[in-house]
């Protein structure tokens, strides 16, 4: 189908992100959220971040206004339902996930394909709550979505060929490549990325290295951009954990049990940048190592 308009739900950091490449690609995006506040941050936050990419000659100042006046807000979730496709963005908790997709599909037009960004849930079962799981499918974006190339795309096991046609030629349109995974807990990228971090974390909950030198280790030794612990607080620790809930629940094999540590850090609300305090302490100038 001819895809257009764009239904966005959660406008948190994945949720502006994916209005931001949409409409900068000429998308008209419906960004939805419970909260106005929450879309009055995004829209400005959508502002700041095309502006950086005008001020380094990404874009030009025309493409910022023209993205900026194709994206509009509403806390109303069945406004979303005239559009050809909706991605769900909000938190990564399933029961909240089917609560919006169950409230969302008497809205819907019957040719509209439904979206979840998932990192890790169960794209079947996720479908398999709606009326038309064939037209279902897991679209992941990396973050920080303007600038990451990867997109996941998953089929649940009843997702058509035309749905799954479609949104790769969407994955193209917006200048990303898409990687195809099957439906499998947290399917490529955090079947990998998560244990590695996870692993990271029992390397300091076994005082094998501080803070500091595990992140030290990892960048210098292996190239990596950012070091695992550093990454898991830019992540958000509550969302690491739940994926490693996701592999251990889904794949019963004990390699993928959650460090304590990782627990701990979650239940003292320590949830990395966005509280402020996670394996690394961010309310001063520069962050300090917590432990």
């Known amino acids: ?88 963005a909000a938190t990564e908790r399933e029961s909240v996930k089917q609560a919006i997709f169950e409230d969302l599909v008497p809205h819907l037009k019957p040719e509209t394909i439904l979206t979840s960004n998932t990192s ?15 037209k279902f499918m897991g679209f992941h974006f990396m ?21 799954y046609k479609s949104l790769l030629a969407v994955v193209e349109s917006l200048g990303k490549t898409a990687a195809s995974a099957e439906d499998f807990p947290a399917f490529i990228v955090n079947r990998i990325l998560m244990p590695m971090i996870n692993e990271a974390v029992y390397t300091l909950y076994e005082g094998v290295g501080s803070v500091d030198s595990i992140d030290k280790a990892m960048k210098l030794g292996t190239n990596h951009p950012m070091g695992p612990l550093e990454l898991a607080d830019f992540i958000g620790l509550d969302t690491c954990l739940a994926i490693m809930n996701v592999l251990h629940d889904g794949l019963a094999d004990t390699k993928y049990r959650p460090c304590p540590l990782l627990t701990k850090y979650v239940e003292a609300g320590w949830l990395g940048r966005k509280t402020g305090r996670g394996f690394y302490d961010y309310r001063g100038e520069t962050p300090v190592p917590t432990r």
């Open 1 to 88: 189908m001819n895809i257009q308009t764009v239904g966005v739900i959660g406008a948190g950091q994945m949720g502006n992100g994916i209005a931001h490449v949409f409409a900068l690609s000429g998308y008209e995006v419906l960004l939805n959220d419970i909260s106005q506040e929450a879309l009055n941050s995004a829209l400005s936050q959508i502002d700041k971040n095309l502006e950086r990419q005008v001020s380094r000659e990404k874009i030009s100042a025309e493409a910022r206004a023209a993205a900026m006046s194709r994206i509009r807000t509403t806390m109303k979730l069945a406004d979303l339902g005239q559009t050809d496709l909706v991605i769900e």
């Open 120 to 134: 890790s849930i169960s794209i079947t079962r996720l479908a398999s709550r709606t009326d038309r799981p064939e």
């Open 143 to 163: 973050n920080p979505v303007p600038i990451m190339q990867l997109v996941e795309l998953i089929r649940g096991i009843a997702t058509d060929e035309p749905t």
